[in-house]
């Protein structure tokens, strides 16, 4: 490797390593408790759902190993277009494209779709995979609005309006909202965001584009989402629904019109350029989602909706808000209210080490730092699943409690010797 570009990625890794920012590889252990993944149905270890997926490996007749190419040239199937058409239905859109990931969905969509003149204005906390889209977009502007911020949204819609074009409706507003936000674990305002492009929009130019991909299967009647469960399917330009989340699959499939499906098998080139997913893969999804209209996860999603109140009352319940006695800095703040979702953003000014001290006690939960959230915000974040236990709440509840009464002697031993000193 030439020293030059050697020494400028080892100075950037060191910078990252410096400020606590860099990443690397880690295992779990089989024993340790789960309250990381995004597998919030537990859907990974069921064992009618490993029964099922069995059964279609080995009485299909398409079953074989490897999809052979791309879509477009020796990777498609009668089996992909069908499950095309039984996710679509499922989810009540005129038409399904499939990805290999959601990152290539979300990329490949926001690269292709806006065209030249087109405004992109985008959430805050939007996931990466469209900031990557828009950075190769040809729309005339990407612009951010704060998160969840309805006031925020509308100066940014007045503004772009001041466009002739865009007030003509010659030219588009895409909205790229998430219906759930991965980090914090909160949900989109959808109704009052749909109603308010409308109003600033109507020539009916305002796209509203939603990630689902951390409420697929998890929210709505059998677990269509929340744009379904709002009602709200045909007031949406795309949703996005990824598989590796609460469907234990991978994989992803824009939902839209025909003409857009059309477009995107034509432009986005992800799609293009990809060796497709193979039979394996499309036979875990048709699964997942056979069982969802059979009604076979509701009871787990119940039960996670229990397992969610039920941690926010022994957060609560149980842990102080304590401050560190020199700084005066809050140690752990907590939800303020009920989280809308399975996701639980503790913050802390000292992620690495509260998320260390739970994972010696047998949890796994990871310690989640800027760049990937915003500088002051550094979080424990904790996922409910499932397949987590009421005991399994305690026992990781009380861990917590137990860190934060360490921090708060190391801090009274640290006051007593500053008292000291002066």
């Known amino acids: 490797m030439p020293p030059s570009i050697h020494n400028s990625m080892a100075s950037l890794l060191s910078k990252r390593n410096a400020n606590s920012a860099l990443r690397s590889l880690t295992t779990t252990s089989s024993t340790s408790v ?9 859907l990974s270890y069921s064992p009618t759902l490993k029964a099922a997926y069995f059964t ?32 679509a239905t499922f989810h009540n859109a005129p038409a399904a494209l499939l990805f290999n990931s959601g990152f290539d969905a979300n990329s490949g969509f926001f690269a292709c779709i806006p065209q030249p003149g087109d405004v992109v204005l985008y959430d805050e906390f939007v996931h990466a995979s469209v900031h990557e889209g828009m950075r190769l977009s040809r729309a005339g502007a990407c612009q951010a609005f704060c998160h969840n911020s309805l006031g925020g949204l509308r100066t940014k819609i007045v503004e772009v309006s001041g466009d002739e074009r865009v007030a003509t409706g010659e030219k588009n507003v ?36 939603v990630d689902e991909a951390h409420s697929n299967g998890v929210y709505g009647f059998q677990g269509r989402g929340i744009v379904c469960s709002l009602g709200l ?66 009871n787990l999603i119940t039960y996670l909706n229990d397992l969610i109140e039920y941690m926010y009352r022994k957060l609560t319940n149980q842990l102080l808000h304590v401050t560190h006695p020199i ?48 500088e002051g915000t550094q979080r424990v974040r904790v996922c409910l699943h499932a397949g987590n236990t009421f005991q399994d709440v305690d026992r990781l509840v009380a861990s917590i409690k137990t860190w934060l009464e360490s921090k708060r002697r190391i801090g009274k031993d640290e006051a007593r010797q500053l008292r000291a000193m002066l």
């Open 174 to 209: 895409f909205v790229a909202i998430e219906s759930l936000y991965s980090m914090d674990g909160d949900l989109a305002p959808i109704e009052k965001i749909v109603d308010l492009v409308d109003e600033l929009l109507p020539k009916g130019n305002g796209l509203i584009v």
């Open 34 to 42: 789960d309250f990381s993944s995004n597998d919030f149905l537990s």
């Open 327 to 374: 700084t005066g800095i809050q140690l752990l703040q907590l939800p303020k209210d009920v989280p809308r979702s399975p996701i639980f953003a503790l913050l802390t000014p000292e992620p690495r080490n509260l998320a260390k001290h739970c994972q010696d006690d047998g949890f796994v939960v990871r310690a989640i730092v800027p760049p990937t959230v915003p």
């Open 56 to 87: 279609e490996l080995t009485t299909s007749p398409d079953f074989h190993l490897g999809s052979g190419g791309s879509r477009l040239l020796d990777g498609n199937s009668p089996y992909a277009e069908n499950l095309e058409n039984e996710i």
């Open 233 to 298: 399917e045909k007031r949406i330009f795309a949703r996005l629904h990824t598989f590796g989340k609460g469907l234990a699959c991978n994989g992803a499939a824009i939902l839209c019109s025909p003409l857009t499906r059309e477009y995107l098998i034509n432009y986005a080139r992800p799609l293009i350029y990809s060796t497709s997913m193979s039979f394996p893969s499309l036979a875990a999804i048709k699964v997942v989602y056979s069982l969802m209209k059979q009604g076979a996860t509701q």
